[in-house]
C-alpha cells in the first residue's frame, strides 16, 4: 500500500505553487498607529481603525509600501506605477471588519523571478521560481478556542479574541505554478522558502522567524501523469513553519496523492494543516466549493502610486543579493562546495561572517559552529540562533586558542561553559580554573605517575609497540584535568618510553 | 431668539446681548416644547450642552479669540460618533453604544465652540428619503406634521425648521442633506467630496458619503461649512488643499455674468408643477442679477439612479459586515452554546430593519463573482460617463442648477411600500455624489398646489465649492425680499414657540 517516493516518481510529475506570507517589521499596523510589538496583552494594541468601531477609517502606512516595493524590487518584478486596494468579503470572528483590505486585480508588484540552487545527481543545479505578484494585505486578530481537548475550535466550550494583531501589515509572495522540478521538488521548495527569507533577511523588511509565524509557507501541491500538460487537482498546506517542514509536507503530499490517484480516487481540492510531529497534513476547509470573496476596490483608500524616481532611489538601495554574497564569501573564505552547502544547509553563514569579521579565521570560525556548536544545538534540540553564545565568544575562543592560552579541547569546555550561561569565554575560563599546563615538570610526574599503574602498557611501548601510547597519552591528559596539550604530552611520554 | 439666523446669534454672542447659556436653554426648552410632535431628536444631551455653553462663556470673559459660532447651538445626525454620547445611525443594532472617540467634524465642532444639543434621527444607516426607515420611529415635517421631512438627514433639517436648532450637521450620501432641505424649507449643503473628514462617519456608501451643513440661511450654512472643513490624516480620501472661502461668497452673492446652466435632463416629467414653477421663477431672478442661463445636457444622467442604487448597495454590504455582536451594539442569540456563526445571523436578522437588509442582499448580489462586471462594473462605467457629462457641462457654465425635489413633502407612509417610488425622491440629487462633486439645495417658495416648500439645487465643480455660496446668497437676497422674511417664518406654527 504505502509507496516510495520513487514509486511516486516513475509516474508522476508534480506541480507546486508556493505562497508565502511574511510580516512586515514595521513599527506601527498597516492601516493605523497602533504597535506592532510581538506578545502584548491581549486586546491592548488596538483603537477605533483596528477594532472596526463603528465610523473609523483606514490610512496606508507609508513604511509599508517602501518594504513592499524593496521586496518586489529584490525578486525581479515590475513595480505598478499605480495599484489599488481591494476588499475580500468574509466573516470571521477575529476579523474585525469582517472584510480584509489585500490587493486583488492589481498588486503592487508582478511578474519577477527568483533563482534557486540545489545539489542534483548531477551536481548543482539552478531552478528559477517564477513570481506572479507580490502584494500588501493586513493580518487578522487570533482566536483562542478555550475548553476543548485539541485547541481547535471543534469542543470548544468558548473561544477568546485578541485583536493585537489585526491590522500588522502583511506580504504576500505568490509564485507562479512551478513544473519542472521533477523529483527534487520538495528541495526546490525548501531552498525557495530560505532564498526567500534571506532576502527578506538582507532587506531588513521582516524579522523572518518561520516559528513565529513572521514567515508563513502556504504550499500548493498536485500531481499529474508524466508527459501530460493537464494540471492535477491540487492541495493547499498551510501551517509550514519551519524550511525543514516545507520539504517534508510537499514530499508527504506528494505521496499522499500519488496513493489517492493510484487506487481511482480523487484528490479533493482542499486546504490541509501540516502536523509537525507526524509529517502528515490533515484535513482542514474544503475548497470545492470555491469561496466568493466579493472584491471590489477599497473605496475608503486611494489607489497607490509610488512616483518612478523614488523606486529608483529604493533600487538603488538594494543591499548584495544573497546568491551574490554566498558566492562571494565562498571565494573569499576558500571553502570547498560540500562544506559551503552545509553551512547554508545549517543556516550558519551570517553567523560564521559575524565571527569572521570579528577577527577569526574563516575556517576556525566555520569548524566550530558547524562542528562543536552544532552539536550541541543538536543535543539540547534548540536553533542554533536560540543558543546564548554570540559570534564575539567564538571569536575570543578562537583568538584564545591562537594565542595558546587554550588548547581545542580547553576550548570545547570554554564553549560549554558559554552555552551553559557561565558568562563570557574569559570568564568561564577564570571561573573553571582552565589553563593550559606548559609546565614540563608537571607532565612528567603525571607521565611517572601514569607510567608506574599502568606498567604492562608502558612496556608495551617500551618494546616498540606505539600505538598503545595512545590509552597512557589518555590517562595522563586524564590526570591534567585535560589542561595539557596533548601534543606535548606524547613527545614526552615517547622520549620517556624510548621511542622519542 | 431662536427665530434668527445663527449669524444673528453668534452677533448677539459677540456683543453680549446674550449668553451662549441663555441661547442653550432657549433651544433646549423649544426642544422639550416641540419635539414629542416632531420627533427630530433621538438624544439630547441638555447637561453637556449647558457645560459646553458655559466653557464658551467663560471663555468669552476672559478675552479669548472665539470662532464666529462659539456658543451657538447645534444639532448632529447620529450618523457621527461623538465620545461617550450614545450613538446608534438610526439602528437597533447600534443600541446603548458609546463611541469612544469623537469623529473628526465633532473634533471641529468642540474645537470652535459649537454646543451640541443632541443626536438627530435618521433614516438607518443613512438609507433612505423620508426618514421613516428609522430603527426609532419617523421624524415628522414641522411644516406638515403628516408629511415626512425627507431623508436621511430628516432630524436635523426638521430640528432646524422648528426652531429647535439653527444648525445642523447631516451627511449626503445620495442627497441626503439637499433633499431634507427642500423638503422642510431650509438651507442644506453637501460639500464636495474629501472636502469634510469622513473620519468617525459612520459609512453607508464610502466613496459617496459626505457630511455637510443645514442652515436657515446661506450664510448660515457657510459659516458652518468653514468649521467642519479642511484636511484631515485620518480620512486617506480627504482631500489636502484650503477650504474655499465660502463665508466670503455668502456674504457677496454677486452672479453678474456668471453663467448659470440648467440641466435638460432634471426638470420636465416626473417634476411636480409647483416645483417647476418656483424653479422657473428662479431661474428668472438669477437672469434679472445679472447672470445668463443657458441649457446643458448631460445624457447620462438617466443611468445616476441605477448607478447609485448598485454602488452603494454593494459599498454597504461591506461596511455593514462590521456589525456582527462580537465588539460592540445589539447582540442576540447568545445562549446554550450557540455558535459565533448564529449569534451574528440572529443579531443581523434583529438589528437591521427592512431597507437595509434589502440594500445588504442587493450589494451582495452585485459584488458576486459572476455578476460583478455586469453590476458593480457597468455602474462604474456610468459613474464615469457622469464624470465627463458634468465636465462637459462646467465648461458651459460656472455652475448648474435643476429642482433639489421633483417632488415636495410626501405623506407619511405613502411610499414607504414602494422602495422604487422612494428612489426616484433622490433623482436629481444623485449625479452629485456620483461625481463627488458638491451642491446646495436652498428653499425657493411654496408650490402653489400643497403650500409646501421647494427646493432651488446649485452644483459646482469639486472645490468650488464657493460657487454654490456665491450664487445661492444672491438668489437668496432676491427671494427673503420678495417674502419678507425667511421662508420658514412663514411655516405654520407648532405650538410653544416663543
Known sequence: MA??????????????????????????????????????????????????????LPVVNAKAIESTIKIGLALNCQIAPYSRFARK???????????????????????????????????????????????????????????????????????????????????????????????????????????????????????????????????????????????????????????????????????????????????????????????????????EQAEDYRYFPEPDLVPVAPAAAWIEELRAQQPERPSLRRKRLKEQWAVPDKEMAAMINADVLDIVEETVLLGAEPTKARTWWLGEISRLANEKDVAIADLSITPKDVADIVALVAAGELTDKLARQVVEGVIAGEG????????????????????????????????????????????????????????????????????????????? | MIKNTAAQMSAALEKGETTSVELTKLHLDRISDVDNKVKAFLHVDGESALKQAAAVDAD????????????????????????????????????????????????????????????????????????????????????????????????????????????????????????????????????????????????????????GPFGRTVLDAAMLHEVIAGHDPRDATSINAPVPAVVAAAKSGDVKGLKIGVIKQLQGDGYQIGVQARFNESLDILSSLGAQIVQVDCPSFEY?????????????????????????????????????????????????????????????????????????????KIRTLIIEDYKKAFVQADVLVSPTSPITAFKIGEKSEDPIAMYLADVATIPVNLAGICGMSLPAGLADEDNLPVGFQIMAPAMQDQRLYQVGAGLEAALVSKWGGYLISKAPALGGAK
Open chain 1, 3 to 56: 509507496l516510495s517516493y520513487d514509486d511516486v516518481m516513475a509516474k508522476y510529475e508534480p506541480v507546486l505553487g508556493l505562497e508565502v506570507h511574511v510580516e512586515l517589521n514595521t513599527e506601527s499596523k498597516m492601516f493605523c498607529s497602533c504597535s506592532t510589538t510581538f506578545g502584548g496583552e491581549p486586546n491592548t494594541q488596538t483603537c477605533p481603525v483596528c477594532l472596526a468601531l463603528p465610523g473609523a
Open chain 1, 89 to 287: 468579503n468574509y466573516f470571521y470572528p477575529d476579523m474585525p471588519k469582517n472584510f480584509q483590505i489585500s490587493q486583488y486585480d492589481e498588486p503592487i508588484c508582478f511578474d519577477g523571478f527568483v533563482d534557486v540552487e540545489i545539489e542534483t545527481d548531477e551536481g548543482p543545479k539552478q531552478f528559477r521560481i517564477e513570481i506572479e505578484r507580490v502584494h500588501m494585505e493586513e493580518d487578522t486578530g487570533k482566536s483562542l478556542h478555550v475548553g476543548g481537548a485539541t485547541g481547535r475550535i471543534h469542543g470548544a466550550e468558548y473561544s477568546l479574541l485578541d485583536y493585537n494583531r489585526a491590522g500588522i501589515p502583511l506580504v504576500e509572495i505568490v509564485t507562479k505554478i512551478v513544473p519542472g522540478t521533477g523529483k527534487y521538488a520538495p528541495e526546490v521548495a525548501k531552498a525557495y522558502v530560505a532564498e526567500l527569507r534571506d532576502i527578506l533577511r538582507g532587506l531588513k523588511v521582516s524579522d523572518v522567524k518561520m516559528e513565529q509565524g513572521s514567515l508563513r509557507c502556504d504550499a500548493n501541491v498536485s500531481l499529474r501523469l508524466i508527459g501530460s500538460d493537464v494540471l492535477g487537482t491540487r492541495s493547499e498546506t498551510k501551517n509550514v513553519n519551519s524550511l525543514r517542514s516545507v520539504e517534508r509536507a510537499i514530499r508527504g503530499e506528494m505521496i499522499r496523492h500519488a496513493e489517492l490517484l493510484n487506487g481511482g480516487k480523487k484528490v479533493k481540492q482542499e486546504t490541509r494543516h501540516f502536523q509537525e510531529d507526524t509529517g502528515l497534513t490533515r484535513s482542514g476547509r474544503s475548497k
Open chain 1, 424 to 500: 563570557t569565554p574569559s570568564e568561564v575560563v577564570a571561573k573553571r580554573g582552565i589553563k593550559v599546563v606548559n609546565d614540563d615538570g608537571a607532565l612528567m610526574a603525571a607521565i611517572e605517575k601514569v607510567c608506574a599503574e599502568q606498567a604492562e602498557t608502558a612496556d608495551k611501548v617500551r618494546a616498540g609497540h606505539v600505538p598503545a601510547a595512545g590509552a597512557l597519552i589518555g590517562a595522563v591528559m586524564k590526570e591534567t584535568k585535560g589542561q595539557a596539550d596533548a601534543a606535548r604530552v606524547r613527545e614526552l611520554l615517547l622520549k620517556h618510553l624510548g621511542q622519542g
Open chain 2, 60 to 211: 468669552r470673559a476672559s478675552g479669548k479669540k472665539l470662532d464666529p459660532l462659539a456658543g451657538v447651538p447645534l444639532a448632529l445626525k447620529d450618523v457621527l460618533a461623538q465620545e461617550g454620547v450614545p450613538t446608534t445611525a438610526g439602528s437597533k443594532i447600534l443600541q446603548g453604544w458609546k463611541p469612544p472617540y469623537d469623529s473628526s467634524v465633532v473634533t471641529k465642532l468642540k474645537a470652535a465652540g459649537v454646543v451640541i444639543l443632541g443626536k438627530t434621527n435618521m433614516d438607518e444607516f443613512a438609507m433612505g428619503s423620508s426618514t421613516e426607515n428609522s430603527g426609532y420611529g419617523p421624524t415628522f415635517n414641522p411644516w406638515d406634521l403628516t408629511r415626512t421631512p425627507g431623508g436621511s438627514s430628516g432630524g436635523s433639517a426638521a430640528a432646524v425648521s422648528a426652531f429647535e436648532a439653527p444648525l445642523a450637521i447631516g451627511s449626503d450620501t445620495g442627497g441626503s442633506i439637499r433633499q431634507p432641505a427642500a423638503l422642510t424649507g431650509i438651507v442644506g449643503v453637501r460639500p464636495t467630496y474629501g472636502a469634510v473628514s469622513r473620519y468617525g462617519l459612520i459609512a453607508y456608501s464610502s466613496s459617496l458619503d459626505q457630511a
Open chain 2, 304 to 380: 445616476a439612479l441605477a448607478a447609485y442604487y448598485l454602488i452603494a448597495p454593494s459599498e454597504c454590504s461591506s461596511n455593514l459586515a462590521r456589525f456582527d455582536a462580537m465588539r460592540y451594539g445589539l447582540r442576540t442569540g447568545d445562549n446554550d452554546g450557540a455558535s459565533a456563526e448564529t449569534v451574528m445571523n440572529a443579531t443581523r436578522e434583529a438589528g437591521f430593519g427592512r431597507e437595509v437588509k434589502r440594500r445588504i442582499i442587493l450589494g451582495t448580489y452585485a459584488l458576486s463573482s459572476g455578476y460583478y462586471d455586469a453590476y458593480y462594473g457597468s455602474a462604474q
